[in-house]
């Protein structure tokens, strides 16, 4: 009994959930901003002054963001080079150490055992 009530009142919240106005305000697909070009006079003349002070501070920070971006990708890229280079001379160096090695050229190879010894 107990579970068919908890299914009815389930039921009833799922109804009125749908019913509600912030149910159908999110199933609505929201529409893209479009593109408002602003350097148009009548445009500028319609925003009004306070907005076209918001839009020129905007476009302040993000000329300012873009010079930050670039100058951590080239700092990145500088970066990454010289760890590049680090691990190429590394390898490079040891690879000649190694072939300067001449302990095994003056290894002389044991005599064989004797028969008489192997067994």
């Not at 044991?110 to 067994?119: A, G, K, T, V, Y």
Request: proline residues 4%; glycine residues 2%; contains cysteine.
């Amino acid at each position: 009994m107990a579970s068919k009530l908890s299914v009815f009142t389930m039921n009833k919240l799922v109804q009125i959930r749908a019913l509600s106005s912030t149910a159908r305000l999110a199933s609505k697909a929201a529409k893209p901003m479009s593109q408002v070009e602003v350097d148009e006079p009548h445009v500028q003349k319609q925003l009004g002054r306070i907005q076209m002070d918001f839009v020129k501070k905007a476009e302040r920070s993000n000329a300012e963001r873009a010079v930050r971006h670039r100058f951590f990708r080239r700092s990145d890229w500088v970066i990454a080079g010289t760890c590049l280079a680090m691990v190429v001379g590394i390898y490079s160096y040891t690879i000649y150490a190694i072939k300067q090695e001449k302990f095994l050229d003056d290894f002389e190879m044991p005599d064989p055992l004797p028969e008489s010894e192997r067994q």
